[in-house]
């Protein structure tokens, strides 16, 4: 007994104790239990030095498991128009002299005013326009014919600009800097702000090309619309018809095909797809006084979610009266009175932060502080447009 008494003295005299420090060996001394075990902080701090540690490792590969990425709370990407454009980088492509100009100008129009098209609606912002195949003589002309004299300050018009990888990069960032409202910046053409290198693209050129100005809009959450063109030649499928690689398309997180039967016509499709907006056919008809694009029909009705039952009773707690609550997951379990798991509850918030925030207007917080997890709940307010009133 005497012998394992010691030994077990030992251990503990070894895990309390810090290298290189000196300790009091008198036998009546007692050796406290330590307190790094049962130290929820403490072990969150030794964690991140091994994973720092682990991350130094040249072989080192990040990765995450799927209950850590359902315990994220990540934010939507807003719609710039919505179920047309996203933050980040589109292709709008179509033949020569099809009225590709005329519909970015419309939707630069739209996003710098605010006003729905379409029926969609349009989130407002400062909106970019490099007219680089036109002059300002030219734009003035079809402004004008299309909106009228009165004009909006968040629309600005550049002629000229300088090359991918060879300055525009900076020319964008300056705009941006100047104008943290901006929401859209539209390229038009993708090929005059590309390294002249021949007509022979190739796949890496193409995505390389795209995704330098994709990194630029999903840095500052803007679009990037790219007026390109397509070949000639019929494709098996639709978007195969835009002119390059599918590198192009491979990069972009969406693209916009403009096409007519006749060139004379006044009507054309527009086949929409992206990463984060459903597949889509619009049928639209030109104004031929004011050559702005109207939408006839839609080729088949959008798939909606439906109603969540969660979001809606926790779009109850806040309002325009009360903006904020704030509580822990079981406290926010207990007020709505669910028989939901709290922690099942609070995955469920996590992935639905977007569609609450923007169904109900409701940010969602979920972080972890010294008493432990804490939600918050936050009613955003929604600013209405002003309505014009006729005298």
Not at 106 to 121: F, P
Not at 137 to 160: H, I, N, P, W
Not at 273 to 286: E, H, I, W
Not at 377 to 384: A, G, I, P, S
Request: charge should be negative.
């Amino acid at each position: 007994m005497v012998n394992e008494q010691k030994k077990v003295t030992a251990q503990t005299s070894s895990v309390g104790a810090d290298g290189g420090q000196s300790h009091n060996k008198s036998t009546n001394t007692t050796i406290p239990e330590p307190q790094t075990k049962n130290n929820p902080e403490e072990e969150d701090y030794e964690e991140f030095f091994r994973q720092l540690n682990r991350m130094q490792d040249p072989s080192y590969l990040h990765t995450v498991t799927m209950e850590d990425l359902m315990d994220c709370v990540f934010q939507k990407k807003a719609a710039i128009i919505e179920n047309l454009l996203y933050p980040g980088a589109y292709i709008l492509a179509g033949a020569p002299k099809i009225g590709k100009s005329f519909l970015v100008a419309q939707m630069a129009y739209h996003v710098s005013t605010g006003k729905e098209l379409w029926g969609y609606r349009v989130r407002q912002g400062s909106v970019l326009y490099l007219a680089l195949e036109d002059d300002e003589s030219r734009l003035q002309q079809r402004m004008y014919r299309m909106f009228g004299v009165e004009g909006t300050k968040s629309l600005y018009f550049a002629t000229t600009a300088k090359m991918i990888g060879n300055g525009l990069d900076g020319q964008l960032e300056g705009f941006v800097r100047e104008h943290p409202d901006t929401r859209l910046i539209i390229v038009d053409t993708l090929q005059k702000v590309r390294e002249t290198a021949g007509d022979n693209y190739s796949y890496s050129s193409d995505y390389e090309v795209i995704g330098k100005l994709k990194q630029f809009a999903d840095k500052h959450g803007v679009c990037i619309l790219l007026v390109h063109h397509t070949r000639k030649q019929p494709a098996g499928d639709t978007f195969e018809m835009i002119s390059g690689t599918t590198g192009l398309l491979g990069c972009a997180d969406g693209a916009l095909l403009m096409q007519k039967e006749k060139r004379t016509d006044g009507k054309a499709t527009l086949d929409v797809v992206g990463r984060d907006q459903p597949d889509q056919r619009l049928y639209l008809s030109k104004d031929q006084e004011h050559l702005v694009w109207a939408l006839e029909r839609m080729e088949n009705e959008l798939w909606k979610q439906p109603a969540d039952p969660v979001l809606e009773s926790v779009a109850k707690i806040v309002s325009a009266e009360k903006r904020e609550w704030e509580g822990s997951p079981t406290e926010l379990a207990q007020l709505l009175q669910t028989d939901m798991a709290v922690n099942r509850l609070t995955k469920h918030l996590n992935v639905n932060a977007g569609r609450l925030l923007e169904e109900h207007h409701i940010r969602y917080e979920n972080k972890t502080k010294h008493a432990g997890r804490r939600i918050r709940l936050t009613y955003m307010v929604v600013e209405l447009p002003a309505v014009a009133v006729i005298e």
